[in-house]
């Protein structure tokens, strides 16, 4: 099994809600990763967590706030954002903890905010 | 900030041809890696080459590494209409742990 499965595939809110995107791996990976993408530009790092810790946090808005309730699962909660964080969210796993080996990915959340 | 840069912008080419794309980066490096993107979805590992490799096939791809130059190709040989895609080329360095993914080309297989 070589999925990284996201849900929700797509997500409408408003500025004063309160949401989660979801990410689950069953590889064995012990490092996953947040991604923003933005249409028609590169996938920019939000988070990285080794072994269930946040190791590192691309200085994101507090709005954003990751959780790694377990080895196979991430998070991310969603509070009080802003139109402009309308992007596709990718989560991402790798068997590796250096974070420069193969990623793999999943399909992605596609968030609009209102 | 970007580190891999690639060229061309985009690609148009009809099915049945090659396709070569490139890609620049800055600083030193530990591997550089290929990925697509198909509109909308996740993005799908290609390759990874490292920087003591030169080159370095899979099916039909083959991905070459110059570190002299700090730079990379991408060639795609006998394109199919579903290799239309984004390419993407990222780039490790051991300093941060982290990869960090160039611009992106947009490659169209005419059939």
């Known amino acids: 099994d070589t999925e990284v499965t996201q849900t929700p595939k797509h997500l409408v809110m408003g500025m004063t809600n309160k949401k989660s995107l979801k990410c689950e791996q069953h590889m064995g990976h012990r490092a996953m990763y947040w991604y923003k993408q933005k249409a028609k530009k590169p996938p920019e790092l939000m988070f990285v967590?080794?072994?269930?810790?946040?190791?590192i946090n691309e200085s994101v808005p507090s709005r954003f706030s990751p959780e790694c309730p377990n080895s196979s699962l991430l998070n991310l909660h969603l509070h009080a954002l802003q139109p402009e964080d309308s992007a596709l969210y990718l989560c991402?796993?790798?068997?590796?903890?250096?974070?420069?080996?193969?990623?793999?990915f999943g399909e992605g959340s596609r968030l609009t905010v209102l | 900030s970007q580190q891999g840069e690639e060229d061309p912008q985009a690609l148009s080419i009809q099915e049945g041809e090659n396709a070569t794309m490139n890609c620049s980066y800055k600083t030193s490096i530990n591997n550089l890696q290929w990925y697509r993107q198909n509109s909308g979805r996740g993005l799908v590992h290609l390759i990874l080459i490292r920087s003591n490799e030169r080159e370095k096939h899979s099916g039909r791809l083959r991905v070459t590494l110059d570190t002299s130059k700090k730079s990379s190709s991408l060639l795609i040989t006998a394109s199919r209409a579903a290799d239309t895609a984004s390419y993407f080329c990222a780039t490790g360095t051991g300093a941060n742990s982290k990869l960090t993914f160039g611009k992106g080309i947009t490659l169209s297989v005419r059939p």
């Open positions: 991402a796993s790798s068997g590796g903890l250096r974070g420069t080996g193969e990623l793999f």
């Open positions: 967590y080794s072994y269930e810790k946040l190791s």
